[in-house]
């Protein structure tokens, strides 16, 4: 029994090949030497095998033990790599975090720096920006964003609110927010409002006072005042800076040009576009 002792004690072997051929050459060496009888080669035979079955097992939990393991942190990595990605902005670390009023910005961050909690007041987390209309453009309207920049309590809360107003028979002209998806309530007035998805598909509906439409992140979008009195739209934004893009960045040069574009923005719901690339149809409206 000694050598199958010493074999089991000894180095792991690498697999149950090695093992049985090591429980052989001792088998052999035993009854060449004529040592034993049948019969305890036999029962030597059996410990033998019976050990090799015991360290087998053993082996066998350890490796599922590790895989398992090997697999479950393999599962972590990705669960929470899936969730940080799934974020709008940065989570919030903290219960307030009001933005810095340092004008002179020394450090560049993906956000603003929070203020000094021991300064940050309640007069941080009020805001009039959105009590009056703005200046109204060529077009008849004005869009006012309140973001973080200019509302300090929104920092790190994934949000911004904004006011857009139109007089009658104006537009807001075709725009998009990189970074953010808009939800509109009407507050009054009646208007068309409308988005161009990837495909250049056009998705408009008539809007009352009360209602609510929502334009998701990114895509090129309108508003046209189709009532008898100014129309607002409060807009919400789920990220605290959600830009702002125009497919024209360069002013109409007259007031026949406002009203050419302002006809065939009107004219836009009814042109098939679903075949055209998005610079075919900012072609149609601006050229």
């Known amino acids: 029994m000694f050598f199958f002792k010493a074999m089991y004690l000894a180095k792991p072997a690498v697999n149950s090949k090695t093992v049985i051929t090591c429980i052989s050459c001792n088998l052999k060496t035993l009854i060449c030497k004529d040592l034993l009888h049948h019969s305890t080669v036999k029962k030597t035979l059996q410990n033998g095998i019976f050990t090799y079955l015991v360290y087998w097992q053993k082996l066998r939990i350890k490796m599922k033990m590790k895989s398992h393991s090997s697999f479950f942190f393999t599962f972590l990595i ?11 902005d940065c989570d919030n670390l903290h219960d307030t975090c009001p933005t810095s009023p340092s004008k002179k910005q020394t450090t560049f961050i993906n956000g603003f720096s929070c203020n000094n909690p021991s300064n ?10 959105l009590s009056k209309a703005g200046s109204r453009d060529d077009f008849g309207s004005s869009i006012n964003i309140v973001s973080a920049s200019k509302f300090p309590g929104l920092n790190t809360l994934g949000i911004s609110i904004g006011r857009t107003d139109i007089e009658v028979d104006g537009i807001v002209n075709l725009h998009n927010h990189p970074r953010a998806s808009e939800m509109i309530f009407v507050k009054e007035g009646v208007l068309d409002a409308g988005f161009l998805d990837t495909q250049n598909k056009v998705f408009q509906k008539s809007l009352k006072e009360g ?18 009195e100014v129309a607002t739209v409060l807009s919400v934004y789920n990220s605290q800076n959600p830009g702002l893009g125009s497919l024209n960045a ?17 004219e836009l719901e ?6 055209m690339s998005l610079d075919d149809v900012s072609e149609i409206i601006y050229s």
């Open 211 to 228: 209602d609510v439409f929502v334009i998701p992140k990114g895509l090129f979008h309108f508003f046209l005042n189709r009532g008898v």
């Open 120 to 129: 940050t007041l309640a007069h941080d987390f009020k805001t009039m920006e």
């Open 250 to 266: 360069t002013p109409p040069s007259s007031s026949e040009s406002v009203e050419k574009i302002k006809r065939k923005l009107y």
């Open 270 to 275: 009814l042109d098939n576009v679903n075949d």
């Open 78 to 88: 990705v669960a929470f790599s899936s969730i940080q990605i799934s974020l709008a």
